[in-house]
């Protein structure tokens, strides 16, 4: 059995997210055993199920970093249709790793579009590139989510949805996305925070070893004592 140590996560102003029963743990895979990031895809993917399956519980997923308690993540991101004549100069966005049903746990309300599912997964998540600036790119390489910051800053007075975004995570090369929704804004490095821009990419793509287990329950316990 492992014992998994909760926090709740609460605040005085609103975060964006509904803090009511709502859980966090740290969960680290290591060994030879989770060395791939398909074997990390397919403990993710039944552990959640297996947390949803527990009585009490409402709905969990897993974010690699979590609002409010972890911060940083910012990568440069662009309208891929008018890309900046340098990375440097394209506003930043808090990038998150996430697993379906995020959202829903976390209480993030859907704006626009969809929200990551099983749809998205590592396929098409090969190394296709951008260039940081000239013509528009015409390879989409993966499905994300925005924020409604970054909607609003990237493609202003427009629908962001179905719009492709160059996205600069410290590679040779930048690559392409397209946006498949738009989420709420949430209070990413601190309740003082009014830069809320942020951007979330489906788990499959990378496979983080490290990620933080949310859960929504019913009930107010700081432990939950799990079985694997």
């Known amino acids: 059995r492992i014992p998994l140590w909760c926090r709740r996560v609460g605040a005085a102003v609103d975060p964006g997210i509904r803090t009511d029963h709502l859980l966090t743990a740290q969960l680290s895979l290591a060994g030879q055993a989770y060395g791939s990031e398909d074997a990390r895809r ?38 891929a249709a008018h890309p900046p004549a340098q990375i440097s100069e394209a506003p930043l966005a808090c990038a998150r790793f996430v697993l379906p049903r995020y959202f829903r746990t976390m209480g993030i309300p859907l704006v626009e579009g969809r929200l990551i599912d099983d749809r998205d997964t590592a396929a098409g998540a090969a190394s296709a590139s951008a260039p940081p600036a000239g013509g528009a790119p015409t390879t989409t390489v993966l499905n994300v989510v925005i924020s409604r910051s970054v909607a609003r800053r990237i493609f202003p007075g427009v629908g962001a949805v179905g719009q492709r975004m160059g996205v600069f995570a410290g590679g040779p090369e930048p690559v392409v996305a397209e946006v498949v929704g738009v989420v709420g804004d949430v209070r990413m490095n601190g309740l003082n925070d009014e830069d809320t821009t942020a951007l979330y990419v489906p788990y499959q793509v990378a496979a983080p070893s490290a990620m933080r ?8 316990e700081e432990i939950l004592d799990l079985a694997l």
């Open 213 to 220: 287990l949310v859960v929504r329950t019913g009930h107010s």
């Open 42 to 79: 397919q403990f993710f993917g039944g552990f959640i199920d297996e947390v949803r399956s527990l009585p009490g519980v409402a709905d969990a997923s897993a974010v690699n970093m979590v609002p409010v308690l972890d911060r940083a993540g910012n990568i440069p991101v662009w309208d």
